[in-house]
Nanobody
Framework: QVQLVESGGGLVHPGESLRLSCVAS????????MSWYRQRPGKERELVAG????NYTDSVQGRFTMSRDDAKKKVYLQMLNLEPEDTAVYYC????????WGQGTQVTVSS
């Protein structure tokens, strides 16, 4: 059983930055197979940064960067120049072993 725990969300103003973290409980997994998703109000969950940052959704390209520390089993999502449209619950995902999700962390961008 893999547990994923996200942190770092909060309330920020447009143009500000946040850094999300996600730590996995199982040391046997590889963070290369972890991704970030988000679910905006009234929308379906969508991929934000896939496969350790190999790809990004168009709306965050150039503003969001995913990184990882495999030794610590952590992935990060650095979010710059946040926009109100980035308001969402952000989830990390591990695609192996049938797939696991964290509980999510709320990001609210509002003036």
């Amino acid at each position: 059983q893999v547990q994923l725990v996200e942190s770092g969300g909060g309330l920020v103003h447009p143009g500000e930055s946040l850094r999300l973290s996600c730590v996995a409980s199982e040391f046997a997994i590889s963070t290369a197979f972890m991704s970030w998703y988000r679910q905006r109000p009234g929308k379906e969950r969508e991929l934000v940064a896939g496969r350790a940052g190999a790809n990004y959704t168009d709306s965050v390209q150039g503003r969001f960067t995913m990184s990882r520390d495999d030794a610590k089993k952590k992935v990060y999502l650095q979010m710059l120049n946040l926009e109100p449209e980035d308001t969402a619950v952000y989830y990390c995902n591990y695609e192996g072993l049938g797939g696991y999700w964290g509980q999510g962390t709320q990001v609210t961008v509002s003036s």
